[in-house]
């Protein structure tokens, strides 16, 4: 069970503190059952509601140092999501995104930039789907990365820094 005060990482949001553990106080709701207060680090006037007990597997504790330099290490190595039709692709990078997995985020962020340079090349646009989903996928990575990292500043710079040696 987490604490107040803890940071963890929601599987939609990323990197969130923890600012109380208490019940609901909304009309018709069960005031008996608990509930993590979450601000996202990313979005603090947001406030996202996780039941203890229940809601815990939406939740992550922080990668270490130590993981996260291993996690922007493994970016050469990492092979794109691959899918075997478009209409698929949505399905395929919203599973990537909720499965709460650091090197699966960074998965597709690579498969999305990838994706987004190869369309240019050829003069068209990237596509929604891939924008949206890169978007989401840096939203929930580069904050935790940040904060574990101690780095203030663009996280794409640093990760860009740190493969290219």
Do not use: W
Not at 9 to 30: A, N
Not at 87 to 106: I, T
């Amino acid at each position: 069970m987490y604490k107040t005060g803890d940071y963890v990482v929601h599987k939609v949001d990323g990197l969130c503190k923890i600012t109380d553990i208490s019940v609901l106080d909304i009309p018709d709701c069960d005031n008996t059952k608990k509930y993590y207060y979450l601000i996202p680090t990313e979005s603090p006037s947001s406030k996202i509601y996780v039941a203890v007990g229940t809601g815990e597997a939406s939740l992550r504790d922080p990668l270490t140092e130590e993981e996260a330099l291993d996690v922007i290490d493994s970016y050469n190595d990492l092979d794109e999501i691959s899918v075997e039709s478009e209409k698929n692709r949505q399905s395929a990078y919203s599973e990537a995104l909720v499965q709460n997995d650091a090197k699966e985020l960074l998965r597709l962020i690579k498969t999305t930039r990838t994706r987004k340079s190869e369309r240019l090349k050829k003069g068209r646009t990237a596509t929604t789907v891939d924008e949206h989903f890169l978007k989401s996928a840096e939203h929930a990575l580069y904050g935790e990365l940040a904060y574990v990292l101690g780095v203030e500043g663009n996280m794409v710079d640093f990760i860009k820094a740190r493969i290219s040696k």
